[in-house]
């Protein structure tokens, strides 16, 4: 789903449940499929359950699972944009995921197959990104631009350089090129968007990274534990509509420990335990 922009002193808790039928047709809602709470005080999520749905467990709806799975990351926009340390930080961050006990928490949504992942690198583009919103639809457009024959078992996670009038994080979805439907995940400029800092929660110091990239990181990691147990909007995610991630957004326990660096990203929901679980 979105990730939602933490906001200080927002008491409104924007919620759109729309029907789960309306968000396979993502590419005609304007508002992106995966209706989120798109505004949300920072207070909510410090409880241990992380959200106030946290109490209900995931619900295995039958869709498509990615237990083996491919990261790309794609930079789109000026270079210097973006946070200097952006590329390298997020090479560290999606090349550390595979074999970690955070990884780990989505093994219990597989339906028996083993969890892994592969990060496969990155490509620039250094063409203007849209100076709207962008849609899932263009997205995909821009995947299919540098990849004409996308994997299906792949993430193409969009770096924009900037965030054009945003009111969210992120979010992740499905789209096609070329006949081949496949997973698409867009972070707007981190750096430009306060309300995205885990900071504003807690600072743990994980790392000496900027800020932006640990906004960006954090994002990363909802978006792709989602996408692995909710590829197409049709697996897994509670009597809400909430997927793993959203129940635990903006919950840090402590730094995540990879082989590629120490990270504060959030917990992840874990039926296993019926909490947040970071590893």
Known sequence: ?????????????????????????????????????????????????GSSAASSPLIDHGGLLLPASKTWAIYWGTPANFP??????????????????????AQQYMRGAPVSTTYMGSVPDTSAPPAKAPQTTEIGAEVCKLFPNPDPTAIYIVFTSNAP????????????????TFQ???????????????????????????????????SVAHEFMEAITDPRLDAWYDKHGAEIGDKC?????????????SWQIQAEWSNAINACQQQ
């Open 1 to 49: 789903m979105y990730r939602k922009l933490a906001v200080s002193g927002v008491l409104a808790f924007l919620v759109l449940m729309c029907s789960r039928e309306a968000s396979a047709q993502a590419e005609k809602i304007p508002l992106k499929q995966d209706y989120e709470e798109m505004l949300v005080d920072k207070e909510a999520h410090k409880g241990p359950g």
């Open 84 to 105: 200097a340390d952006l590329q390298s930080g997020i090479s560290a961050l999606l090349t550390g995921f595979n074999g970690s006990g955070y990884l780990g928490v």
């Open 165 to 180: 009038n945003v009111r969210y994080c992120a979010w992740h979805d499905m789209t096609t090129c070329n006949g081949v």
């Open 184 to 218: 698409v995940a867009y972070i707007p400029n981190q750096a430009q968007l306060s309300g995205c800092s885990p900071y504003l929660a807690k600072n743990l110091r994980c790392n000496s990274y900027s800020e932006g990239t640990v906004a960006s990181a954090d």
């Open 249 to 261: 957004n903006f919950v840090y326990q402590s730094c995540v420990s990879f082989p590629t660096g």
